[in-house]
């Protein structure tokens, strides 16, 4: 099969959380399963260039949008540690002159519904213009939902798409890409788009929909997202559209690319160990304090956490009861960035437990593989979680998950049990302050007994979430879609 996976960020090229793991890491594994996959991303300014070997592939590429004439410049990589094609939409207005790639200092950028009008548009075009005819369009989110409404909506004579078939992938409901309905025109589709069954919602224009309604196939990134989304407490507003389609709506788990997660070949941690070779981890730990300026010591336990600083990642509820943890016997080391407020409430609560703290507000891809290696516990109280990787990157590295029981997370993590030792991290359900510290306090009491939280460490590093079983899924569902075109 020919796959064009189109996203709008693909590691290690850009990267702001899951979505770009995710699409680094699948076009390899399905590239291993004998597919030609390729693709497809903005050439952001951020992207390194001669790091990564870019050549320009079509220079002035006609891209027309509505009554608007652009031209893109495309170029081609590699991705590393595979021969998948990787191309890159390059236009010096869109992407070229900014730093960020949705927003800086917590703005989104005003025009990004043009921005990703502009590459989606960009993506029919250059595939038309290299002839390279593929089977499949695999969109990620919906900064490429377009992508999918134009194939169905504007390429529906083409001949030279006749046979494609559109698969849509959900990393998160909570980013719908919502613009005021006027930017509708930016887009380039008709009037006739903006009903409650197509592109409208609550008077807006959401771009998601435009994956959601036109696409063959749907999937989210775990089983249980993939029931979540179909009802109000998670649907997001978009729970009677997905329940509308639930027989073309799947769940496939995401994977790990153990290349890049693995405590026996990382480049960026202290110590490097294996699930026999366990008590080097603690060299990591105190690496770990010594960097974030906290006293080194062996034996407090230390959890760790690396998030996007958004609701979605449970830090209300963590905020309530903090002073309680800093109370115990307990280091705490965040890596994240994102909302204002939660940057202030670590920062004060940083001065106010400086050796008990660490603290980085930043998007830091070395230091995060350092807390995963250095920490004991890693924490995710999500309110929602699609998939969730920090637990699977956790399990490799001994380092147990604490979690809440939503989405991905409740497919991957199931609760200690201290009479029979299954289990693998502590989950609570209710998403409440109480039920969080109850979880905590669990695992600081297993911590105690290093008999039995070193068997578990054992258990959870043996754990195989690589991509080969999903990416064989993936496949199964491509296959799916392309009966229904
Ligand atoms: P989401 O996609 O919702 O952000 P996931 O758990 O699916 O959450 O994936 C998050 C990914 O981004 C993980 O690889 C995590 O280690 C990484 N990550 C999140 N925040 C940071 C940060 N501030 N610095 C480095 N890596 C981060």
């Known amino acids: 099969m020919k796959i064009l996976l189109v996203s709008s960020e693909i590691y290690p090229f850009a990267k702001t959380g899951g979505l770009a793991d995710v699409c680094g890491a699948l076009p390899k594994a399905i590239n291993q399963l004998g597919h030609d996959v390729r693709l497809i991303m903005p050439l952001y300014k951020s992207i390194n260039r001669e790091k990564y070997g870019l050549k320009a592939k ?34 010096e207005l869109f992407f070229g002159n900014r730093d960020g790639l949705y927003q800086e200092n917590g703005q989104d950028y005003p025009d990004n519904c043009k921005r990703f009008s502009f590459f989606n548009k960009a993506v029919l075009e250059f595939t038309k213009n290299i002839e390279w005819r593929f089977d499949i369009l695999h969109a990620n989110d919906w900064q490429a939902a377009l992508a999918i409404a134009y194939l169905k909506l504007l390429c529906v004579d083409d001949h030279f798409f006749r046979t494609a078939a559109a698969v849509y992938s959900i990393h998160n409901m909570g980013y719908m890409g919502l613009f005021p309905k006027d930017k509708l025109l930016e887009t380039g589709l008709d009037w006739e788009q903006f009903t409650f069954d197509k592109l409208e919602f609550w008077d807006q224009l959401a771009l ?84 974030c ?71 830091d891809a070395a230091l995060a593989q350092v807390i995963y290696a250095g920490a004991d516990m890693f924490l995710m109280p999500s309110k929602y979680e699609p998939c969730g990787l920090g637990q699977l990157i956790s399990f490799k590295y001994g380092t147990v998950p604490i979690v809440r029981k939503t989405g991905g997370l409740a497919d991957t993590v199931k609760d200690y049990n201290l009479n029979t030792g299954e289990g693998d991290g502590f989950v609570f359900e209710e998403y409440s ?53």
Not at 296 to 308: E, H, K, Q
Not at 441 to 459: H, I, V
């Open 58 to 91: 079509v220079r002035d590429l006609p891209v027309r949008i509505g009554e608007q004439q652009y031209y893109a410049d495309i170029y081609e990589a590699r991705l590393p540690g595979s021969l998948v094609p990787v191309y890159f939409v390059e236009h």
């Open 208 to 291: 998601s929909k435009g994956g959601i309604v036109y696409a063959d196939v749907i999937n989210t990134v775990s089983e249980q997202y993939a029931k979540e989304i179909q009802t109000p407490e998670y649907g997001c507003g978009l729970e009677g559209l997905l329940r509308s389609r639930s027989k073309d709506v799947y769940g496939i788990l995401n994977g790990l690319d153990y290349a890049v997660w693995d405590p026996a070949k990382d480049a960026k941690i202290a110590r490097r160990y294996n699930e026999n070779t366990l008590s080097l981890k603690v060299h990591n730990k105190l690496a770990l304090q010594s960097l």
């Open 293 to 363: 300026d906290i006293p080194m010591n062996a034996d407090i336990p230390l959890i760790g956490m690396v998030s996007r600083l958004d609701r979605q990642k449970g830090f209300d509820i963590l905020a309530e009861i903090i002073s309680q943890i800093m109370a115990m016997n307990v280091n705490f080391v965040l890596l994240g960035t994102g909302d204002p407020e939660y940057h202030r409430l670590f920062q004060d609560l940083k001065k106010k437990y400086p050796e008990k703290i660490g603290l980085n507000l930043g998007f």
């Open 433 to 485: 302050s109480a039920a969080l510290l109850l979880a905590i306090r669990r695992a600081l009491s297993l911590s105690q007994d290093q008999g039995r939280w070193q068997m578990l460490m054992k258990k959870i590093m043996k754990y195989n979430y690589s991509w080969e079983n999903s990416a064989k899924k993936y496949i199964a569902l491509y296959k799916k879609a392309r009966t229904k075109t």
